[in-house]
């Protein structure tokens, strides 16, 4: 969920593609592009591997929700579109427990190239996720690719305030690792193993970018409003600010209509559809091929459905078009308990 959570098994330079988990998003962040275009696509420029900022003050009271979802571009199933299943988001106060465990599989023109999974755990006072996914054994029959990624963080007054988040990235040629660290809202230390080359051509993340922002595994998790129904339209009326060690992007969700699922094992009911749009703030090359197609695309769509117990929603399903034609991440169990 970095969501995301599109998988995407396209080039732009006749490369193998290549599916990879890990929801920088948003949710499971499967990418099906060339993790080489991918990482050149994502990476933010010559980032210090250890990085303090400011502490800034930030009251939990306040909907500091504008969130983003990595939806990293491309990296994800999410990259891109986690860039991306980084993605869905709104705190609300709303004090609720409940747990989610999830599977995903992740399909190109019906063809299944990922799975992954996610586990979500929400106390009165703190909450946890975790994901993990990987190349389906066709795909690895040309390429592999698996990744990991965990987020924790306290609830105040029904908010998530995130406080730790990592993710991990393997793929044939080299292994990734990201961690940020959060003090209400604000970005307080980060880095990213093996450091990124510095490319004059990225526009740089500030210091001020890294203020009122969410993680990707955060920013997939919404929270809706109120005290009343929470399967409305009113959930896709938000904005996230998302950081994910490397970029600072937007996403805006916009609600679409109401739809009816299936999970094959645990949920059945009502989900709320929106469309989510992708719009990079900093850290990106503005003239690669996977940025310009993300942040034009307005036809990926995703649809959220309930944990039992809270005011919360997650990803059932996300999908959007690709070079190469439709992707699908889509969850075949669905189980939330109260």
Known sequence: MQIPVIGYVTTFAGDTSTLIAGVRGALLRFADTPIDSTARACDV??????????????????????????????????????????????????????????????????????????????????????????????????????????????VVNGTLIPTNYRSSITTSKKTEEVHVTLTNGDVKEFGIVPESPVDPARIPVTDAHRHHVLDPMTAAIIRVPGTGEVLTPDACHTTASVFDGRMRYDLKLEF?????????????????????????????????????YLAAQRNIEIALAPIAGTRTLAPFWMAGPTPLGQAKLEATSFVAQP
């Open 45 to 154: 420029e010559g980032i210090p591997a250890k990085r303090r900022v400011t502490r800034h003050r930030w009251h939990a009271s306040q909907t500091w929700v504008r969130c983003k979802r990595r939806v990293a571009p491309f990296q994800a199933v999410c990259c891109g579109l986690s860039l991306a299943f980084s993605l869905f988001w709104s705190v609300a106060p709303a004090a609720a427990q409940g747990k989610l465990d999830a599977e995903y599989s992740a399909t190109l023109l019906g063809i299944p190239v990922g799975k992954g999974t996610w586990h979500i755990d929400i106390h009165d006072d703190k909450f946890s996720a975790t994901l993990s996914g990987g190349t389906s054994k066709l795909v690895k029959l040309f390429t592999g690719g698996s990744g990991s990624g965990a987020s924790q963080g306290q």
């Open 256 to 292: 679409k209509r109401m739809e009816t699922v299936k999970a094959a094992k645990g949920y059945r009911g009502p989900v709320v559809v929106c469309a989510i749009y992708f719009v990079p703030v900093a850290g990106y090359i503005p003239d690669r091929p996977t940025i310009k």
